[in-house]
């Protein structure tokens, strides 16, 4: 009697045009599940989208909360692409942010008399420095005594929230906050410029533009980009051809949690002027990022394009949570159904599955 099973084989190459396909088809679904979750609630999935695209899209004030909602999202998405390649999968963005926004605002609290030309380059190297700190130590983990990143980079996002907590509550919480949970103030140079009346803090948008660019030139023009690919791709080849992935693993993490650092510090001083708690600081961006990054196929420059596109979706599920009454946890579904099938489409790309009969 004969049986049938399963078996997935990998492909030696996944042609451009299957990707884009893979991608659209993966979209296609997840846009169809999360109208089947609208329907559920009671409310009509093409009212929705079209609210979600007027929110995000369709005024000036609406362009404008999508870039700078976007401007995180790209700096962590960038680094996760890089990060991703190595296949060394950074899961705690979200808390290396927040250590960065941290490194960041003490900083400007500490030094509020420098020049804005010193202290704003100062405070980002500080935001950097934190986030590869912060990053570091699943790095070392991961690199000498392989314990898996997914596990220490989450858990790390945890303990940072706590620190956050326990800083803004305790030794950087201002004397004339009454007891609230903020520091003082950021002076008017550690605040940093916007455009116009917009939220747009044009610094941070530079950074994530020149970040991109510079990490796609990494990957493609230089040696050590060409050892994270094959690394990603064949780690075996890798290790065969003498390259050292370890050295590969800490490289990665640690300018994937610079970057998200960096992403923190410009949330402070160009949003809030303040250090708050974490979820005042970020509703997430660091999670969020993941998603930029696997939209973006971990191309580092189409990052910017997701990242714009998620912002969009971001403006627009708070436009629909008030016009349609909505549970706030609804953009994170839709951004997890998202997730979810471009993974899945990245799977079948990079697979092909084989039905064997078996005796």
Known sequence: MKSFRLRMERRLEAPRAAQVRALAVSLFLALIVIGLLFALLGVNPFYAYQRILVG??????????????????????????????????????????????IFGGVVALNFPEWPRLALMPTMFLAGFLGGALWASIPALLKARFRVDEVLTTLMMVYIASDVVRYLVYGPLRGPEERGFPYS???????????????????????????????LYLLLERTKLGYEIRVA????????YAGMDTQKIIVIVLLISGGLAGMAGVGEVAGIHA??????????????????????????????LLTAFLIGGLLVGGDAIQVALNLPAATI????????????????????????????
Do not use: C, M
């Open 56 to 101: 995000g899209f369709g005024s000036l004030y609406g362009l404008s909360e999508t870039i700078a909602k976007a401007i995180p999202l790209a700096l962590a998405g960038a680094g996760l692409s890089l990060a991703f390649r190595a296949r060394v999968y950074n899961i705690g963005a979200e808390g290396q942010l927040l250590i960065g926004a």
């Open 184 to 214: 003082s103030r950021f002076s008017a140079t550690a605040q940093l410029p916007h455009i116009d009346i917009t939220r747009i803090h044009y610094p941070t948008l530079i950074l994530a533009i020149l970040a991109a660019i510079l």
């Open 232 to 239: 990603g791709e064949n780690p075996a080849a890798a290790r």
């Open 274 to 303: 303040r250090l708050s708690p974490p979820e005042g600081i970020s509703p997430g961006y660091g999670f969020t990022a993941i998603i930029v990054a696997w939209l973006a196929r971990l191309n580092p420059l189409a990052t």
């Open 332 to 359: 994170q579904v839709f951004n997890g159904v998202i997730l979810l099938f471009v993974i899945a489409g990245d799977i079948f790309t990079r697979y092909r599955i084989r039905l064997e009969k078996q005796a």
